[in-house]
């Protein structure tokens, strides 16, 4: 009797310490049920976004001309809306930076820099990057590689405000760093192209402008900026090539008289005399490789230039205004702009 009085008492202490154990800072719960993986919510993915975006915001400012924000949203929003997740909260951010670069933080929020506006030839272009990012939204890249990496032995039972800062905290420096796997990048290109020309637009401009960054940026030997952790250039373009043929992507519309008289943007020289960018001092990316020149594999995560040292793209000056431009487009907007995408 006194030894299942002992059993009980320990029982009932453990019932007893279980929630202040929930409250005291660690967020890796030791118990058996705790290994199953942590579930997003899309409020909470909303959230996590939120945080990330306001994050991005005060770190580049924000471009306070409206009417650049409404096109580019224009553009924007006739993709998102014919995406699988229409009714997130979409919402496109022109950040204030000579940075070329693009970013999609989770529940909805993207991001392109005024210096990768100033770059592109066409409203193609700026579709086929912006579905390129509107597609690691869709598919939750962010989210699942954070759930994959972290998320298990993470407390189920609730996801609280500490848990959600961890998340965006982890979220915002993945996205900073270019950290999406390879797997990941090829998904959002080949889904981002598919969105762009299920509007009409044509599915090459994202390879016409790799093509045109990698040839402009040929002697610089960083990886960072736009499409950092995407895999070598040639075999991105043959990827490109080979969805665009297998999946009968016709579209041929580019939109550059419009895109011109939208977005009028000069891109900054560089300090060198070259006619590449401000901060430019990357390959944005499309390298693929490895700082021994190695090509990684397939599933392994690559990192941005960054990570190894000076990245000029991410470590561009931002703008002093960081205060968000709310602009609003309606049903009626989205299909008259529709219906100047023609061939």
Do not use: C
Not at 86 to 99: A, C, E, R, S
Not at 126 to 134: F, K, N, Q, R, V
Not at 273 to 280: E, I, K, L, T
Request: hydrophobic content about 40%.
């Amino acid at each position: 009797m006194r030894r299942m009085a002992t059993v009980t008492l320990a029982v009932m202490a453990l019932a007893i310490a279980a929630p202040a154990y929930a409250q005291i800072g660690s967020l890796l719960n030791k118990a058996a049920d705790a290994k199953k993986k942590l579930d997003i919510s899309e409020p909470d993915e909303i959230s996590i976004g939120t945080d990330v975006s306001a994050r991005l915001r005060e770190r580049y400012g924000v471009v306070q001309d409206k009417a650049v924000h409404k096109y580019v949203t224009l553009v924007g929003m006739t993709l998102a809306s014919q995406s699988s997740r229409p009714k997130l909260p979409w919402t496109f951010i022109v950040l204030d930076t000579d940075g070329i670069n693009a970013f999609a933080a989770p529940g909805g929020f993207i991001h392109i820099t005024r210096g990768a506006l100033s770059i592109l030839k066409n409203e193609a272009e700026l579709a086929d990057i912006l579905g390129h990012e509107i597609s690691h939204v869709t598919q939750k890249h962010a989210i699942n590689a954070i759930e994959k990496s972290n998320g298990e032995g993470m407390a189920t039972d609730a996801i609280g405000s500490a848990v959600l800062k961890q998340f965006a905290d982890a979220t915002y420096s993945m996205i900073i760093e270019g950290k999406y796997t390879r797997d990941q990048e090829i998904d959002a290109d080949k889904r981002g192209v598919a969105l762009a020309n299920a509007a009409g637009y044509s599915p090459t401009g994202l390879g016409d402008f790799l093509t045109r960054l990698d040839a402009r940026n040929k002697n610089q030997p960083d990886r960072n900026g736009l499409f950092a952790s995407h895999p070598d250039t040639q075999a991105r373009l043959d990827g490109l090539t080979k969805e665009i043929k297998s999946q009968k992507l016709t579209a041929t519309a580019v939109v550059a008289a419009r895109y011109t008289q939208n977005i009028s943007y000069t891109p900054v020289p560089s300090p060198s005399g070259s006619d590449a960018p401000a901060s430019s001092g990357s390959k944005f990316g499309v390298s693929g490789m490895s700082a021994l020149g190695k090509d990684k594999s397939s599933n392994q995560t690559a990192s941005a230039g960054g990570s190894r040292g000076v990245n000029t793209e991410r470590d561009a000056k931002g703008g002093p205004v960081k205060t968000a431009v709310t602009v609003t487009v309606t049903a009626d907007e989205i299909a008259a702009f529709k219906k100047g995408i023609t061939g």
